[in-house]
């Protein structure tokens, strides 16, 4: 036992100080992609690598000239970096704080004017972020904090993952990321839960299960989707077997995309949810002057 005391007092606290500080990802993991809008030739070879749909354009004539609308969808996406390896506008990132309130949010989409052999000739628009969601976000976050307070309890749901999301949710509980010391527990019961973390593709046999769980949850309740699979089905999509996002079954309240969101983007998620992130918290993308702008404020 001294021999485990003397470990611990050496090893020291490992529990990271996130959100006060920013989480260190390490540059090897993989986050979204990152698309240089301007410099985009053309959206074509993209699309037709990426396995899951997650990068669509539509073609439609404007006048005497024809424009793209071309989508990027983070919920879809499985960061699989496939996309940019054949077009040098896109490169990966290890970015992953990018849970969304709304799913609107995840999707990003840029217009451009085409050539005549199809490539873009110039971008009319670049992807924004409607004000309005926003708008609507705060209101859930804020709605959200005055119910719940402090303290949260979750119960997770498998609703037909390959386990990649529920690996990284055991990865909460560690010594690293210690989700207790916001005061959130999980539950084994969805009778004594506030939220319900939800993952999978949500496979036809677990649908009502879903439905089941999510009645017995007392309100107010929230849910969260987890990866890709739970946001939009993922690589599996709709079919025979599996009934899509997490959202085709029970209403969702946060998205956290990724495959699998590793713990960080899962504390961002969870956080985001109940409105326990600071509103000017440093996030990893910040430039350095914006970091220095946070810890002086
Ligand atoms: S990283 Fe993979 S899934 Fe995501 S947009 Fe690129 S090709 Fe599609």
């Known amino acids: 036992m001294f021999e485990t005391l ?6 020291g606290v490992v529990t990271t100080s996130y959100p006060t500080t920013p989480a260190e990802v390490s540059s090897r993991a ?23 749909g997650a990068i669509e354009f ?20 499985i960061f699989c970096g496939l996309c940019a390896d054949v077009d040098p506008a896109i490169r990966m990132t290890n970015v992953c704080e990018l849970a969304a309130c709304l799913r609107d949010e995840l999707r990003h989409t840029a217009q451009y004017r085409l050539n005549d052999d199809g490539t873009h ?26 119910v719940l307070g402090r303290s949260l309890h979750i119960r997770q749901v498998d609703a037909g993952s390959c386990n990649g999301c529920e690996m990284e ?16 527990h999980f539950v084994v019961s969805p009778r004594h839960a506030d939220m319900l973390l939800v993952t999978g593709p949500v496979t036809r046999n677990m649908e009502l299960a879903l439905r089941k769980t999510h009645d017995a949850t007392p309100e107010p309740r929230l849910v969260v989707a987890v990866g890709a699979c739970g946001c939009s089905g993922g690589i599996f999509g709709r079919n025979y077997a599996t009934c899509g996002g997490v959202d085709s079954v029970i209403p969702v309240d946060v998205y956290i995309p990724g495959c699998p969101p590793n713990p960080h983007a899962l504390l961002h998620g969870i956080l985001l949810a109940i409105g326990r992130l600071p509103p000017n918290a440093p996030r990893r993308n910040d430039s350095d002057a914006q970091r220095i702008k946070h810890a002086l404020a």
């Open 6 to 11: 003397r470990q611990s007092l050496k090893t």
């Open 30 to 52: 993989r986050g979204r992609p990152e698309i240089d809008w301007e410099q985009w030739k053309d959206a074509r070879p993209a699309a037709a690598v990426c396995p899951t």
């Open 58 to 77: 539509v073609d439609e004539p404007t006048g005497r000239t024809v424009s793209r609308n071309v989508t990027l969808d983070l919920g879809k996406c």
């Open 121 to 146: 000739h110039r971008l009319l628009e670049a992807p924004g972020k409607p004000e309005t969601l926003e708008t609507v976000g705060r209101q859930l976050r804020a709605s959200i904090q005055s």
């Open 169 to 184: 949710i055991h990865g909460l509980n560690s010594p690293v990321y210690d989700i207790e010391r916001f005061g959130i």
